[in-house]
C-alpha cells in the first residue's frame, strides 16, 4: 500500500497580531491536493487574515506556510514570485476592474505575468469565462452584470494562469440563496474537472455542508483552532457545545459569545 501522497499546504505553528493584539496564534494544519477546504469560525476570529497569510499577502509574527514544501513564509523575493504564480486570488468583493470588460478583466493577468501571443491570450480567456459559464458575456462591463455573475467573473480571472490552489475569501457574500447556491455549483464543478485546489473563507453553512472537503475552525476565545475535519463529523461527533452550536446554527446559552 503506497502512502499518501504529502500536502499541498502546510500551515504550522502560524500567528498573527496587530498593533499588540493576538489575532490568532499556534495555528497547525495541511490542505491536501484536489481539496476544498474551508476556514470558518465566528465574526472576529481572523478568518480572512488566515487567507492573506496562506497567500502571502501578510507576514506572521511567528510560525510559516509551506506550499509543496517549500516555505513561502521565508522565500527569497524570487522564490515567493515563483510559487505564487501557483495562487490564483478573488477577494470578497470580487475586484474587478470596472472600466474594463470581463474579457479584459480575465487577459489582464496573463498579459501582465505571459509571454503569450495575444491570440493565445484571448482564446484562453474565454475559455476561462466559459468555464464559469459567462459565455458569450466577454463584452460586458463589471456595471453590467449581476452579483453572482461579478463573482464568476473573478473565479474566471483567479484560474487566467492555470493555478493549483485558488484562493476565495467569502466568495458568497452579498448573495441571495439561489445565487450562492448556483456560485457553490461552480466551484465544486471547478474542482472536479480541474482538480484545483481552493481554500475557501465562509460563514454560510449551507454552502459549507455542499462544497468542503475538509474544515478548520478559528475559535476568537481561545484565537487557535478549534477543531478540523469534515462538517457533518463536527456537527454529529463534536463534544465541544459552541462547536455543536456553530454547526446546529444554534444560540448557545452558556456563554456570552454566540457563533455568527
Given amino acids: 500500500m503506497q502512502p499518501p501522497p504529502p500536502p499541498l499546504i502546510r500551515v504550522r505553528d502560524l500567528a498573527a497580531a496587530f498593533d499588540g493584539r493576538t489575532i490568532f496564534e499556534h495555528v497547525s494544519f495541511d490542505v491536501a491536493r484536489g481539496e476544498v477546504c474551508v476556514i470558518l469560525g465566528a465574526s472576529g476570529c481572523g478568518k480572512s487574515t488566515l487567507l492573506k497569510h496562506m497567500f502571502g499577502l501578510l507576514e506572521p509574527t511567528a510560525g510559516e506556510v509551506l506550499i509543496q514544501g517549500q516555505s513561502l513564509t521565508h522565500a527569497t523575493p524570487s522564490q515567493r514570485s515563483e510559487l505564487m504564480r501557483h495562487f490564483g486570488v478573488m477577494y470578497q468583493s470580487g475586484a474587478l476592474f ?123 476565545r481561545t484565537r487557535t483552532l478549534c477543531a478540523e475535519g469534515s462538517p457533518a463529523d463536527l456537527r454529529d461527533h463534536s463534544t465541544d457545545p459552541w462547536i455543536q452550536s456553530f454547526f446546529r446554527r444554534e444560540a448557545l446559552h452558556q456563554t456570552t459569545e454566540v457563533p455568527q
Fill in 98 to 220: 470596472g472600466s474594463m470588460t470581463l474579457l479584459e478583466n480575465v487577459r489582464l493577468p496573463l498579459e501582465e505575468l505571459s509571454t503569450l501571443p495575444d491570440d493565445a491570450i484571448h482564446a484562453i480567456a474565454r475559455s476561462k469565462l466559459k468555464l464559469v459559464a459567462l459565455e458569450g458575456y466577454e463584452g460586458y462591463m463589471p456595471a453590467e452584470i449581476s452579483g453572482g455573475m461579478k463573482k464568476r467573473a473573478a473565479i474566471a480571472r483567479a484560474m487566467a494562469l492555470d493555478p493549483e490552489i485558488l484562493f476565495l475569501d467569502e466568495p458568497s457574500a452579498g448573495l441571495d440563496p439561489i445565487t450562492s447556491a448556483e456560485l457553490d455549483d461552480t466551484i465544486l464543478e471547478l474542482a472536479r474537472a480541474t482538480g484545483v485546489t481552493f481554500v475557501i473563507v465562509s460563514h454560510e453553512l449551507a454552502s459549507i455542508y455542499k462544497i468542503a472537503d475538509h474544515v478548520v475552525m478559528l475559535d476568537r
